[in-house]
């Protein structure tokens, strides 16, 4: 799993590098801001993948029922919904360039860029509930011996 991590990081590091350099030669033209917020949203994705691999770390050492698992999964929750945030607060020029270069294919592209990230929130978000249930449980079992 953490090989798999990793691997992402570094694809999306690589398109990184790729639309830094297109960024800094101007060649973006009207999509110049798109591809900014683009890099933007990297910051909250590498956070991230950094905490997935503090929570596989913390399955490695038996601690996955630990309150350092919960707050791993609460913060890979909260860069997902800051990752929908940062794209849906895009949305409105995206709509603008696909509007001017006649290609509506690209709102349903910035939609998915919006959605996808929101649904791993959402998922974390349960995920972080029944991770906090079972240590209750498991805390109030061990009071109980």
Same mark, same amino acid.
């Given at each position: 799993?953490?090989?798999?991590?990793?691997?992402?990081?570094?694809?999306?590091?690589?398109?990184?590098?790729?639309?830094?350099?297109?960024?800094?030669?101007?060649?973006?033209?009207?999509?110049?801001?798109?591809?900014?917020?683009?890099?933007?949203?990297?910051?909250?994705?590498?956070?991230?993948?950094?905490?997935?691999?503090?929570?596989?770390?913390?399955?490695?050492?038996?601690? /996955?029922?630990?309150?350092? !698992? =919960?707050? $791993?999964?609460?913060?890979? %929750?909260?860069?997902?919904?800051? &990752?929908?945030?940062?794209?849906?607060?895009?949305?409105?020029?995206?709509?603008?360039?696909?509007?001017?270069?006649?290609?509506?294919?690209?709102v349903?592209?910035?939609?998915?860029?919006?959605? /996808?990230?929101?649904?791993? !929130? =959402?998922? $974390?978000?349960v995920?972080? %509930?029944?991770?906090?249930?079972? &240590?209750?449980?498991?805390?109030?079992?061990d009071?109980?011996?």
């Open positions: 799993m953490k090989s798999v991590i990793y691997l992402i990081g570094l694809a999306v590091l690589g398109i990184c590098v790729i639309i830094a350099g297109v960024s800094i030669s101007g060649n973006g033209g009207m999509y110049l801001s798109i591809l900014i917020i683009a890099e933007v949203a990297a910051i909250p994705f590498f956070y991230a993948l950094y905490q997935g691999i503090l929570l596989l770390q913390y399955i490695d050492q038996n601690t /996955a029922f630990s309150e350092m !698992s =919960v707050k $791993a999964i609460k913060n890979i %929750k909260n860069c997902a919904f800051t &990752i929908s945030v940062i794209y849906a607060a895009e949305m409105p020029y995206m709509v603008y360039v696909a509007d001017k270069d006649d290609a509506p294919g690209a349903v592209i910035g939609l998915v860029f919006i959605f /996808a990230p929101l649904i791993t !929130s =959402v998922f $974390a978000a995920l972080q %509930k029944l991770l906090q249930k079972a &240590i209750d449980i498991k805390s109030e079992n009071l109980t011996v």
